[in-house]
């Protein structure tokens, strides 16, 4: 791979306001500039080694996302073309290009807005042990990658360290109230149905997915990323077979390899062998291709 790795930007000419797991964000007063890096985390550690591409797939996949759904609901992008970013922006356009978004800034909702349409992860360990997901009762008898019956809202909390813990709605609606909740909930599950008939028709079962919403004057806005291999489970489907986990174009690869090792999953993390970030690349490549039917701008 002869992309150049991005592990962090260092821009000191500008004010710093969270630094992600994969993500740098900048504040620019009323407006945000979101840098996608090319570090890659696995059980809520960042590992040394970034992954040629991820941060440039991820940001164009978002990018085909907010234009596929738009009229839907508002987002948070303004513009991902460098040449519009303001003037103190310019002399870090080689490393923008490609990576990047200027976003509204807006007040985040406390709350991720997961979806399911498949059983799968932290969803398919609840639904064994109380045949439910989220306080969600589900039908007797489902497998390990089923789709299930309808596709369901089961959102989570965001936790600044550690794992986000699953809750049901009625948790959500003490902390927004009924009525935001009902929105994100509907709006959640419709942008998930589109997406996922769109992209079965590509070759990819989206699984699950995650969204984030924020208020900008009290209108609700679609923020974060959207629909990408780190925000969902894209599984090949011409690979699919029910009753086992699927094999996917995302990191579950990388995190399949961090469980041969004798690791504790605490940092530091082990370095990764080169077939390994090679192979991590070419599916977030493939996905990506899937998807848009295009190549990804490498240059």
Same mark, same amino acid.
């Given at each position: 791979?002869?992309?150049?790795?991005?592990?962090?930007?260092?821009?000191?000419?500008?004010?710093?306001?969270?630094?992600?797991?994969?993500?740098?964000?900048?504040?620019?007063?009323?407006?945000?500039?979101?840098?996608?890096?090319?570090?890659?985390?696995?059980?809520?550690?960042?590992?040394?080694?970034?992954?040629?591409?991820?941060?440039?797939?991820?940001?164009?996949?978002?990018?085909?996302?907010?234009?596929?759904?738009?009229?839907?609901?508002?987002?948070?992008?303004?513009?991902?073309?460098?040449?519009?970013?303001?003037?103190?922006?310019?002399?870090?356009?080689?490393?923008?290009?490609?990576?990047?978004?200027?976003?509204?800034?807006?007040?985040?909702?406390?709350?991720?807005?997961?979806?399911?349409?498949?059983?799968?992860?932290?969803?398919?360990?609840?639904?064994?042990?109380?045949? #439910?997901?989220?306080?969600?009762?589900?039908?007797?008898?489902?497998?390990?990658?089923?789709?299930?019956?309808?596709?369901?809202?089961?959102?989570?909390?965001?936790?600044?360290?550690?794992?986000?813990?699953?809750?049901?709605?009625?948790?959500?609606?003490?902390?927004?109230? =009924?009525?935001?909740?009902?929105?994100?909930?509907?709006?959640?599950?419709?942008?998930?149905?589109?997406?996922?008939?769109?992209?079965?028709? =590509?070759?990819?079962?989206?699984?699950?997915?995650?969204?984030?919403?924020?208020? #900008?004057?009290?209108?609700?806005?679609?923020?974060?990323?959207?629909?990408?291999?780190?925000?969902?489970?894209?599984?090949?489907?011409?690979?699919?077979?029910?009753?086992?986990?699927?094999?996917?174009?995302?990191?579950?690869?990388?995190?399949?390899?961090?469980?041969?090792?004798?690791?504790?999953?605490?940092?530091?993390?082990?370095?990764?062998?080169?077939?390994?970030?090679?192979?991590? #690349?070419?599916?977030?490549?493939?996905?990506?291709?899937?998807?848009?039917?295009?190549?990804?701008?490498?240059?």
């Amino acid at each position: 791979m002869e992309e150049q790795i991005l592990l962090a930007t260092d821009y000191k000419d500008l004010k710093l306001f969270r630094r992600g797991k994969v993500r740098d964000v900048y504040d620019l007063g009323d407006r945000l500039l979101i840098v996608s890096t090319d570090r890659i985390s696995c059980f809520d550690v960042v590992l040394p080694n970034g992954i040629p591409y991820k941060g440039k797939v991820l940001t164009a996949l978002s990018l085909f996302w907010f234009d596929f759904i738009k009229g839907t609901v508002p987002h948070h992008l303004i513009t991902a073309d460098v040449n519009e970013y303001p003037k103190e922006l310019q002399k870090y356009k080689k490393e923008l290009q490609g990576r990047s978004m200027l976003v509204l800034k807006t007040k985040p909702l406390p709350v991720e807005c997961v979806v399911r349409g498949y059983l799968s992860g932290s969803g398919w360990k609840e639904y064994k042990e109380k045949q #439910s997901v989220c306080g969600i009762k589900l039908p007797e008898g489902l497998k390990d990658s089923d789709k299930l019956p309808t596709i369901i809202f089961t959102p989570s909390t965001k936790e600044n360290k550690g794992h986000d813990i699953n809750v049901d709605q009625k948790y959500v609606e003490m902390l927004i109230g =009924k009525e935001l909740t009902d929105k994100i909930s509907r709006l959640s599950i419709e942008i998930y149905s589109m997406a996922s008939d769109y992209a079965l028709k =590509k070759g990819i079962i989206i699984a699950d997915t995650k969204f984030e919403f924020g208020l #900008s004057n009290n209108e609700l806005v679609l923020i974060d990323e959207i629909l990408t291999p780190d925000s969902s489970r894209f599984w090949p489907k011409d690979q699919y077979k029910l009753g086992q986990g699927q094999p996917s174009f995302d990191k579950q690869f990388v995190r399949d390899y961090l469980e041969t090792l004798d690791w504790d999953k605490n940092p530091p993390a082990p370095k990764l062998p080169e077939g390994i970030i090679n192979k991590t #690349s070419e599916k977030y490549l493939d996905a990506y291709k899937k998807i848009t039917g295009k190549e990804l701008k490498t240059k």
